[in-house]
Structure formats: C-alpha cells, structure tokens
C-alpha cells in the first residue's frame, strides 16, 4: 500500500507534471497506464490492509472500515474546494493541481508508513 501510493506520487510529480510543458500524445498514454495500474493497487489495497488490523476480532471490522472511510471522506470534502482553488489561481495551467496531487500521495505515503512502522516494526519484510 505504502509502495504504490508513493509511486502514483512520484508518477504525478516526475513524469505527469512534466508533460505539462512538453506535451506529447505517447507520453500522455505511457502515464495513464502507469498511473492506472499504480492507483488501481490504492484503490483495491485499502479495504484488506483495514480488515488485517482487526487481527481476527470480526466485531471490530465495521468500525475500522468506517474510521477508514471516514477519513477518505474528509480528504475528499476538503480537498476538492482546495483544488477549486487552486484551479481558478492557475487559469488554464494544471501545474498547480499536479503539484498538490502529487505532494498529497507523497504525503499519504508517508503516513501510511509510519502507521505502518508503528504497527509493524521497522522491518520491511513483515507480515502486519
């Protein structure tokens, strides 16, 4: 989990944002595979990392799927008025919205690691 939101980060900081300058249809098409294929593990990752932290207490699951959710919900809710923002400062340019995507998964990245460090140890071939 912590490997993928950091290469859709690193994706959207060093291979998206450049091609806001220098455009070109092949690298357009080479970034939404590689980004789809990297935020496609985000997306499916994220409900069986929450159900292994129940550590076989099935009474726990739902609440932990709902903190999950919750939080999902509130970086949705404040995120898009900030990308709104963000979006009206810029005009046509998108650099800004790149910029702050991929600073957030890297962000993310960083706290799922240390969540990560924190359950687990600093051992990376671990079983959590």
């Not at 929450?50 to 999902?72: M, Y």
């Not at 919205?97 to 990245?109: E, I, Q």
């Not at 687990?120 to 671990?126: D, E, S, T």
């Amino acid at each position: 989990m912590v490997m993928v939101t950091g290469f859709s980060g690193a994706l959207v900081l060093a291979f998206w944002l450049p091609l806001e300058f220098h455009t070109s249809k092949g690298g357009i098409i080479a970034f939404a595979l590689l980004f789809g294929f990297a935020s496609g593990g985000f997306v499916s990752l994220g409900p069986p990392c929450v159900v292994s932290l129940a550590e076989d207490r099935v009474d726990e699951i739902g609440f932990k799927l709902g903190g999950f959710c919750l939080a999902i919900a509130l970086g949705a809710l404040t995120g898009l008025p900030i990308e709104g923002a963000i979006k009206d400062r810029e005009g046509d340019r998108f650099t800004g919205l790149m910029c702050f995507a991929g600073a957030y998964m890297l962000l993310g990245s960083f706290c799922m690691a240390t969540a990560r460090v924190f359950k687990g140890g600093a051992q990376l071939c671990k079983k959590i």
